[in-house]
């Protein structure tokens, strides 16, 4: 296990830091809300990758593999609700961008579920476990670990994009310059998740 930690822990990291919608609805959420707000969906999103990593190394994700219309399903309802997500991020009007009682940001269920439905988390963690995990009499608690490591490598990057989202806040400070930055995210949630369909 020793010999694969460190590539994993590489591997996680790239999976972690690299922008894609999970790493774009913190950023939006923590510019709209602030840092606090964005601490469950940072949770709930390395919770429910972690998550699926044990899942999958207990012979669940296998079923996603030999199902194309179920992986198909999972894709584009995951693609519906992204889209949603951004159009509530792009529709939002500047003085929600100081912090709006009416409007909730996506919070630790959402973020868990998020990954649930997204086919890419599910990839990640197939390819998790079939390259990290071995196959001997140890393979379940190293499944065990590697969700724990890649939960643990997974918090800080996704803070790293909570940081950079109130960074922006401060930087934008009018209502209409966050507005701005908030349809900007919005757009490139909705590319992230319909680029990810021609992947």
């Not at 950023?27 to 699926?52: D, E, Q, V």
Request: charged share 10%; aromatic share 10%; with cysteine.
């Amino acid at each position: 296990m020793l010999s694969t930690l460190l590539p994993f822990m590489l591997f996680a990291f790239v999976a972690s830091i690299t922008p894609g919608p999970t790493n774009i609805l913190v950023l939006s959420n923590s510019a709209r809300y602030g840092f606090k707000a964005a601490m469950p969906i940072i949770l709930g999103a390395c919770t429910g990758a972690a998550g699926l990593v044990l899942l999958v190394g207990a012979g669940f994700g296998q079923s996603l593999v030999h199902l194309p219309k179920v992986q198909s399903a999972m894709q584009w309802a995951g693609v519906a609700w992204l889209s949603y997500l951004a159009w509530q991020i792009f529709r939002a009007p500047p003085q929600v961008i100081e912090v709006d009682a009416g409007q909730k940001p996506l919070g630790l269920i959402g973020a868990a579920s998020l990954q649930l439905i997204n086919p890419k988390t599910w990839m990640m963690a197939l390819a998790v476990v079939s390259v990290f995990a071995g196959n001997g009499e140890q393979r379940q608690s190293q499944v065990v670990y590697l969700s724990l490591v890649f939960f643990l490598i997974s918090m800080p990057c996704l803070g790293t994009w909570a940081l950079l989202g109130v960074g922006s806040s401060r930087v934008f400070r009018s209502p209409k310059a966050m507005q701005r930055v908030n349809r900007s995210m919005a757009l490139l949630l909705l590319a992230a998740a319909w680029l990810g369909m021609l992947v």
